[in-house]
């Protein structure tokens, strides 16, 4: 298992951008598929993005898909989550997550992040 801590989240309004991190330690980083989640008060945990091991394959939300941007550097054990054009239903905490592939699928998630508030205003 790898450690993750996410940053980056804020208040922000809509239509604006952020930029989310996720530091991973552990030597075995470049090993695992990584991705985002996020939950909003009162709804389940849902995927957002995810990305494979090595960066070849490149999965997202219907919801996100062309506003947001995942991308990893499995030299400096860190992913990303670009995103563009937030919207109010945009507003969750987001969570870094690791594990096997598809990580679309939560079950296949064996590490999580402690969360990252996101709050767009309209």
């Known amino acids: 298992q790898v450690q993750l801590v996410e940053s980056g989240g804020g208040l922000v309004q809509a239509g604006a951008s952020l930029r989310l991190s996720c530091a991973a330690s552990?030597?075995?980083?470049?090993?695992?598929?990584m991705g985002w989640f996020r939950q909003a008060p009162g709804k389940e945990r849902e995927f957002v993005a995810a990305?494979?091991?090595?960066?070849?394959?490149?999965y997202y939300s219907d919801s996100v898909k062309g506003r947001f941007t995942i991308s990893r550097s499995n030299a400096e054990n860190m992913v990303y989550l670009q995103m563009n054009s937030l919207e109010p239903e945009d507003t969750a905490v987001y969570y870094c997550?690791?594990?096997?592939?598809?990580?679309?699928?939560?079950?296949?998630?064996?590490?999580w992040g402690q969360g990252t508030q996101v709050t767009v205003s309209s």
């Open positions: 990305i494979s091991s090595r960066g070849s394959r490149i």
């Open positions: 552990g030597r075995t980083f470049s090993i695992y598929a």
């Open positions: 997550a690791a594990g096997w592939q598809p990580l679309t699928d939560r079950t296949n998630v064996n590490s």
